[in-house]
């Protein structure tokens, strides 16, 4: 199996900054894209950034301009480096782990890491 443990949350100030770090272990070679989505109270998970293992990303339209999603294959990382936060980007930020096509089962989730934005 493989395990995703986050880090990196916390109470910002708006305006201010956060980076989020997501570290892999295990049978980590069954991974390929990884993501980070997040959960605000009373919303549906919605996906914030995504990035393949050859570096390709892709973003939410609320972020963009604002969260640049990076990783380290070396390492099993993955960040999410947020600037310009905003009151509502407030909510639990979860990493995700998507399976290669090659190893078939569900796709992997961390246990998610608070980020508060006070405005």
């Known amino acids: 199996q493989v395990q995703l443990v986050e880090s990196g949350g916390g109470l910002v100030q708006a305006g201010g900054s956060l980076r989020l770090s997501c570290v892999a272990s295990?049978?980590?070679?069954?991974?390929?894209?990884m993501g980070w989505y997040r959960q605000a109270p009373g919303k549906q998970r919605e996906l914030v950034a995504g990035?393949?293992?050859?570096?390709?990303?892709n973003y939410a339209d609320s972020v963009k301009g604002r969260f640049t999603i990076s990783r380290d294959n070396a390492k099993d990382t993955v960040y999410l480096q947020m600037d310009s936060l905003k009151s509502e980007d407030t909510a639990v930020y979860y990493c995700?782990?998507?399976?290669?096509?090659?190893?078939?089962?569900?796709?992997?989730w961390g246990q998610g890491t608070q980020v508060t934005v006070s405005s």
């Open positions: 295990g049978r980590t070679f069954v991974l390929n894209a």
């Open positions: 995700k782990g998507e399976r290669s096509y090659r190893y078939r089962g569900p796709d992997f």
């Open positions: 990035i393949s293992r050859g570096g390709s990303t």
